[in-house]
């Protein structure tokens, strides 16, 4: 097994559990520091001892993926923050040039996460600012970028309510952050870094990121590094995406996918938390993966299925129903499993990337999937968060998948097919068992105990909060059970098999808050695949 050395961007599942998983599913074997290292929460990770970590690491890896902020700041929310200067983050980033120097040959994949549009919701009182600096970074652009007339009171309005500390930190963080995205662009230019996924954290179509994209796309024109750069909606899962790019890199080959959209409109539609349409972040998505993006199904290896928000319903669980859905017959569910049951049975392989609306699955879409019993046959499923979130997981895994399915002799097959299944279960249990109907009833428990923490901070209430998180889930995953366990629906190729077992591993909140949880389904396979054996 081929290792490949991989800073994360923080402590959570997404970003460290998450590509383990994907580099065993490609049968490839992944390097990461210890999980101390990386901090936890409003605790910054220890930039020095990753440094360290990555010097000595790269002498035993075949490839490097790094996300740029965790070696620069100590993680995605130390990035948000003044704690470290501009050269303390470069003192720790300068290792990526000595490695180089030192083993040239070896390819560097960075990502690095252009600030979002607001502040860190770390308590109740940083929730209220939450909202508030996101409005003023929008008035702000539409003032002093788009020129608009009439919003001027309105931006004071929103100025006086924040306070001045917290605007002038945001600020020097987007700077210093901006100056560090301009150096790694150098470098990507001069051949230190191979390829480099600048990604943007939650944002709009208008704000104050807007103009830093554009003097960082003239970066890239200045410094001829337009081939090896790329700019796109996305941030915890950008090592995932380029852990996709360096398997593929270290396998001589390349992936080639078709995107599929359920919708013609959906296509046109910006997610909650994005900038663009939904069609350009796919591309973006998909090219930074290193794939090759075909015009046909029969032309590609793989059919990435995009389920994609619907105008007007960005997130199902704002209607009165309180479910993750939309219940509108323009929202093409059946167009979107119908297909993918008749490509799966052509033999093709189907991922399916959840994306109608943010921080957890479609319920119906899921549904659907189950009841048909086609959900285990996927190549790979993924919804949580951001739709960009949501594509860099779906693409790395189906992207892993495809490789190990069309390797002959493939290294360590079995645990790879037990990964592959397990990592399918988990995407399942998380962002629709926890996601889109565990976190809310977790959070208004919380409200009815009239406990002393909030869901963004749980205070002294993990423990309590921790074990109805986990008994939630754990109740679902025994209703779901039946449906997940025997035949496979047919995979690529036609090849069967059965899932004999299924157990919920784990299911506890990483952090002191509810906004994410680990969820993790370990199956067992019939050695044959022979389904009389369930």
């Known amino acids: 097994m081929k290792p490949i050395a991989l800073v994360p961007l923080d402590s959570r599942p997404c970003c460290r559990s998450f590509p383990e998983s994907i ?84 390819p560097i994949y960075v990502s690095s996460v252009l600030m979002r549009t607001t502040v860190t919701g770390k308590n109740a009182l940083f929730a209220k ?49 901006k100056l560090v995205h301009r150096k790694l662009i150098e470098w990507a230019g001069a051949g230190v870094i191979d390829y480099l996924a600048i990604t943007q954290e939650d944002a709009s179509p208008v704000g104050v990121h807007i103009p830093e994209q554009h003097e960082l796309q003239r970066v890239m024109y200045e410094q001829r590094a337009q081939a090896k750069t790329i700019l796109y909606p996305g941030a915890d899962e950008a090592a995932q995406t380029l852990l996709a790019r360096m398997m593929q890199t270290l396998s001589g080959r390349r992936v080639k996918v078709y995107p599929r959209f359920s919708s013609d409109a959906g ?35 793989l059919i990435l299925s995009v389920n994609p928000p619907l105008a007007g319903k960005l997130d199902g669980g704002q209607e009165p129903h309180g479910l993750k859905a939309c219940f509108d017959s323009r929202h093409m569910l059946t167009d979107l499993v119908e297909s993918a049951r008749y490509d799966m049975l052509q033999g093709r392989r189907v991922a399916v990337a959840d994306v109608a609306m943010p921080n957890a699955s479609d319920v119906e879409l899921v549904r659907y999937l189950l009841d048909e019993r086609l959900f285990t046959g996927l190549t790979a499923y993924a919804g949580w968060n951001t739709a960009g979130n949501t594509l860099g997981t779906c693409i790395a895994h189906a992207v892993a998948r495809t490789l190990h399915e069309t390797t002959a002799a493939a290294p360590c097959a079995a645990e790879a097919d037990t990964e592959h299944y397990s990592f399918l279960l988990s995407r399942l249990m998380d962002e629709w068992g926890y996601q889109a109907q565990g976190r809310g009833e977790v959070n208004g428990w919380i409200s009815e105990q009239g406990l002393s923490g909030s869901p963004w901070d749980l205070e002294s209430d993990y423990d309590r909060v921790n074990s109805k998180a986990a008994e939630i889930v754990r109740q679902l995953f025994d209703k779901t059970k039946p449906q997940l366990l025997g035949p496979v629906f047919p995979a690529a190729g036609g090849a069967g098999g059965a899932i004999i077992g299924a157990e919920l591993d784990t299911v506890r909140l990483p952090w002191n808050r509810t906004f994410e949880a680990e969820v993790r389904v370990r199956v067992s396979l019939a050695d044959d695949g022979d389904p009389t054996t369930v």
């Open 267 to 301: 296509k046109l539609a910006i997610p909650a938390f994005e900038d663009r349409p939904v069609e350009e972040t796919v591309r973006a998505h998909l090219w930074s993966a290193g794939v090759i993006v075909v015009g046909a199904a029969l032309e590609a290896d």
């Open 129 to 177: 600012y939450w909202k508030l600096v996101a409005d003023y970074a929008r008035l702000y652009d539409r003032v002093y970028r788009l020129l608009e007339s009439g919003l001027e009171d309105e931006l004071a309005r929103v100025q006086s309510e924040i306070p001045q500390e917290v605007l002038e930190d945001f600020f020097r963080a987007r700077e210093r952050n």
């Open 23 to 106: 580099a065993a599913i490609g049968g490839f074997r992944l390097l990461t520091p210890a999980v101390e290292r990386l901090g936890r929460f409003m605790t910054p990770g220890d930039c020095s001892a990753v440094r360290d970590w990555l010097r000595e690491a790269a002498s035993r890896a075949d490839g490097i993926v790094v996300a740029a902020d965790q070696l620069a700041y100590g993680g995605l929310i130390a990035s948000r923050t003044c704690e470290r200067s501009f050269e303390q983050a470069m003192e720790t980033l300068d290792v990526l040039r000595e490695i180089k120097e030192r083993y040239p040959s070896k």
